[in-house]
């Protein structure tokens, strides 16, 4: 028998291979748990995600640009739509093509409607930290990156997440030009302010 094990596991063996005319334990170990992250967002934008790992001292594993549920969603309703239209034509032609066809129902596929969630995974070794940082030409994220250990055995499950927010840019210009000019942008009514650039 071929043995394939579906898990929030990887293991040192994508199949194994047991024989039934000489039985033995069958042992698997996992090297690697599943990790799941989440962001959401206010508005539909480009979203990359950047993990560092503890142990690897390679370059950060970059994932993106993300698609979001709803996006990928929409797809899929595109796909099974075209499917469907390509299976009446060849249907009428099979027919011989002598008698018309109705026109088919107008087929409607859903408008995209926030929040929009971008979904993104990770196979961790146990006792690895990762540090999970998205960015966005236009986003804001809440909190700016986020660090995990996945420790033990179990499925780590959802570890990561984080929310994207549209951000305000503000550009200006000092007439006449002058050196060493300091400007202080801050929230109404707080008592530090949010930037000073000069």
Known sequence: YKVTPRSCHRFEQAFYTYDTSSPSILTLTAIRHHVLGTITTDKM?????TIKSSIDSEPALVLGPLKSVQELRREQQLAEIEARRQEREKNGKEEG?????????QEMVD???GP???DFSYW???GEKI????????LLFYPPSMEAIVSGESCP???IEIR???????????HPELEGVEIVISEKGASSPLITVF
Request: glycine share 12%; charged share 25%; hydrophobic share 35%.
């Open 45 to 49: 934008m480009d979203v990359t995600v």
């Open 97 to 105: 093509g002598e008698r018309m066809t109705k026109p088919p129902v």
């Open 111 to 113: 408008e995209l409607q």
């Open 116 to 118: 929009f969630l971008y």
């Open 124 to 126: 961790a070794r146990s």
């Open 131 to 138: 540090t999970v940082t998205p960015s966005s030409k236009e």
């Open 157 to 159: 499950g959802k570890l």
């Open 164 to 174: 994207g927010k549209a951000g305000l840019f503000l550009e200006g210009q000092i």
